[in-house]
């Protein structure tokens, strides 16, 4: 790849950031660049060793906070003709209603995710809270002598005990999963951030 | 290495990269490469943070028909610096502790 090749791309792939800052960052890889080629390196070899775009968008993606991408992806680009605006305005309530329901369902979906995870946590709450109930009672009542019904409390303290130890490990597993869910939702939007998009 | 401590060194190897005299990207990349490897995008992201936190300034110079960005250190740069040299006593104390050999109990 060819230097003016390397930064167009670059360029292109940084498309959702504000444009001061692609064009510092390409600054700073076209000097990169010349550097190296100042040194003796070719200007292919100069490009390689920089590394590929995409590991670069890759690595910006991650750091840059995604207020910043969203906030940049939803500023027209260009100014709005007067009949624009009307149309805009005149339209809103219908799109801007449309917009704040898929919103709205959107993070539905998201809460729901959440409620489960909460309704899971409730079932081993219980389970562990019957298994210390029937524990106590047991005891009380093999104090007080009636053996047979302490027995069958302590048995059912036990199984209790057993099925909330499955209850927690499962629980663990699920949270884990939604917070893995919640950071690939916060990656998939910070990266349709930045892809080349329609004209706004 | 952990991701944080990994960071915290970095900045300060880019730092001491430039206490002596000014230094511009490749250079800085260059000089550290027989201690610790840095890719250009890490490199600028240290660069930009250090620069937020007034550790570093910067200056276009021309050079060779092109303008170069060259980096100068400051005052809470060299602060920084500082700071790494004590913890880094701390450090090896707590180094020494967690590879001492286990003492024969009674």
New interface residues.
Partial sequence: MTKQEFLTALREALTGLPPSDVEE?AD??A??I???M?EGISEKEAVAA??SVE??VL??VD?YPIAKLVKQRIQPKRRLSAWEIVLLALGSPIWLSLLIALFAILLSLYAVVWSVIVAFWSVFAALFGSGLGTLVGGVYLLCTGDIPAGLVLLAGALVCAGLSIFAFFGCKAATKGAARLTKGIVLAIKKACMRKGEVQ | MDMQLKRGLLDVCVLAAIKSEDSYGYKIIKDLKPYIVLSESTLYTILKRLEGAEMLTVRTAEHDGRLRKYYHITAAGHRRIQEFKSEWAEMMSIYQFVTKEDEPHD
């Fill in positions: 960052r700073f890889y000097e990169m010349d550097d190296r100042e920089i590394g590991e670069i690595q910006i750091e």
